[in-house]
Nanobody
Framework: QVQLVESGGGLVQPGGSLRLACAAS????????MGWYRQAPGKERELVAA????????TYLDSVKGRFTISRDNAKNQVYLQMNSLKPEDTAMYYC????????????????????WGQGTQVTVSA
């Protein structure tokens, strides 16, 4: 049974930092691309960052480039999102999921990922 459990969210002031973590189980973690997604109220889900199975390739949403860093630890079956210089517009529920590199990077719908969506972790950036 696939499980994706996100953690690390919280309330932070603009300019602050958070590190999100996603613990994965139930599939061969090291075989798949991992992605971090976010969804704000009233908005569509968007891919924030993706990392290839071996960690050698990454992609980022333009608005987070230079501020967010995705990484993974295949020995621990975990993927991380280090978020620096946070802005109010980063406020959203953040989720992780997995799939093939091409599919992950071609969209954010259910059809682009292989797992079900977890409970997510809320990130709120506010003064």
């Amino acid at each position: 049974q696939v499980q994706l459990v996100e953690s690390g969210g919280g309330l932070v002031q603009p300019g602050g930092s958070l590190r999100l973590a996603c613990a994965a189980s139930g599939f061969t973690f090291g075989y798949y691309t991992m992605g971090w997604y976010r969804q704000a109220p009233g908005k569509e889900r968007e891919l924030v960052a993706a990392i290839s199975s071996g960690g050698g390739s990454t992609t980022y949403l333009d608005s987070v480039k230079g501020r967010f860093t995705i990484s993974r630890d295949n020995a621990k079956n975990q993927v991380y999102l280090q978020m620096n210089s946070l802005k109010p517009e980063d406020t959203a529920m953040y989720y992780c999921n997995y799939g093939q590199w091409a599919s992950i990077n071609s969209g954010s719908s259910d059809a682009n990922v292989l797992g079900s969506w977890g409970q997510g972790t809320q990130v709120t950036v506010s003064a």
